[in-house]
């Protein structure tokens, strides 16, 4: 039986992750982001082919995730780590050469104590409230911290997708402020910030969503696809209901496909009675509530039953199916199952 595929088109993602560097400008590095398994699509494949198109630093959220990647770019490329170095990962950040983006007074303190020497960042809490050290903090550790030469100081903007919001300036002012005359190179925006403009990119950028063709990089090339295979198709006049709670019931006799993937594939359930389809170039609405590894979808309409369906591909991006479950394109990537049979596209070329 064909098993439900997910196609990742690596050249896609190393094409997007081109296009936001030459946004970036000639001057500015653009590293890219691969945490959470690479946005859901592979760590290891990602940032191999990433590496493969020129891109030289990484980040990663928590230091086993560096592992990961140092696993699969080996020496060399630069692995930032975003929650810092927390107690327990001294040995992982020495053995794996990852660098932590030190966040909080204790962090610098834990960092300097056990790996004395060992490359690090700090990050700067600018308004997001998040993470980071907060300016007042910061006044008082700069001097010496900027003495043991830190890679990079780092910031990161909370309303980066919204190019009105008030917050991007003001966080851009607190960043300057805090990072002025300091010598050190800077970062301070993720996809967002490098559509807005040379002024946000400093010395740094760091490409996430954009690379995995997601909002707000509306150039993207798409780099998912996923293909659901029918499992059987039956026949449901009015009067009878379809799926969990009967909350569907058809105005004519109607033929629905129940395809094989659920909400434990990351098909979340809002999509219940709200989303759709695609047979080529022809949508079917699902119909009735997503269960756990199954959803089903009327094809009435349709001239032959496909062996499969698309819920990812040309007529529909992670950021339409997101919008269809009132969430952002990152849930739905990062959602992606693990039942799926991963098929990487990538051409070298
Ligand atoms: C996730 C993340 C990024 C990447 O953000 P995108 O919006 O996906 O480009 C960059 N920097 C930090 C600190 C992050 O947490």
Known sequence: MATATLSIDLDALAANWRALDRLSGPEVQTAAVVKADGYGLGAGKVARALAWAGARRFFVAVAEEGAA????????????????????????????????????LEQI??????????????????????????????QAVAP????????????????????????????????????DGSGLPRSFAATGGILLGPKYHFDLTRAGIGMYGGRPFEMAQRVVTLSLPVIQTREVLPGEVVGYSATWEPD????????AAGYADGLLRSLSN????????????????VSMDLITVDVTHLREVPKTLDILGPHQTVDDLADAAGTIGYEILTSLGNRYTRRYQESRG
């Open 69 to 104: 990647v140092r696993q699969a770019l080996g020496p060399g490329p630069q692995i930032n780590v975003l929650s810092g170095h927390m107690a327990g990962d001294t040995e992982m950040l020495h053995d794996l050469d990852l660098t932590p983006m030190l966040n909080s």
């Open 109 to 138: 303190t834990r960092h300097l104590e056990a790996l004395p020497g060992h490359p690090f960042g700090v990050q700067l809490d600018t308004g997001m409230n998040r993470l980071g050290v907060e300016p007042v903090e910061w």
């Open 144 to 179: 010496i911290l900027i003495e043991a030469g830190p890679v990079m100081l780092m910031s990161h903007l909370a309303c980066a997708d919204e190019p009105d919001h008030p917050m991007n300036l003001s966080q851009l002012e607190a960043f300057h402020e805090m990072t």
């Open 252 to 259: 004519a006799p109607s033929l629905i496909a129940t395809v």
């Open 274 to 289: 709200n989303a759709v389809l695609w047979d080529g170039d022809t949508p079917c609405p699902l119909v009735g509530r």
